[in-house]
């Protein structure tokens, strides 16, 4: 069994129901953020305009965060795929904590490094923890994929 494996298999045995609640509040939020820098995205325009070697790398930044931060929010909120939803998210957590303080202000969206930080808390917390009894990976483990009786050159 290699780590992943063990850390799932102990997260999945070790998860308060309570968690689940915690889950969708940290996927609904990173949803709303998600929509949020969309909203401020003049603030990425004037940056691009005052320094036109970040043009290509703010375009990708911005639709990384958005995608990662709304599909992301999504799969967190449902229990779905939720490490993998996490993982996309940590790097773009930790890139607003070392660009919040940043003059630039590219990062603008996260203007609270205390909430930045909570939720790289919850978003490491929900690697071990795994989507927990209340989500879809949950039913899809429950409830199998029956294999169907049809068969057409059977009939």
Known sequence: ??????????????????????????GL???????????????????????????????????????AHCVGGLLIFLGLLTRVAVIANIPILLGALIFVSSPTGLFLVYNETLVTVIVLFLLIVFLVEGSGRISLDEYMRRHPEKPSTYHPHNP
């Not at 069994?1 to 509040?25: A, Y």
């Open 1 to 26: 069994m290699n780590l992943m494996q063990k850390i799932e298999k102990w997260g999945n045995t070790h998860h308060p129901v309570w968690l689940d609640g915690i889950r969708m509040l940290l």
């Open 29 to 67: 939020y990173l949803i709303w953020k998600g929509i949020s820098f969309v909203s401020n995205i003049d603030v990425l325009t004037r940056i691009i305009g005052q320094q036109p070697f970040l043009t290509t790398v703010s375009f990708f930044i911005a639709h990384i965060i958005v995608f």
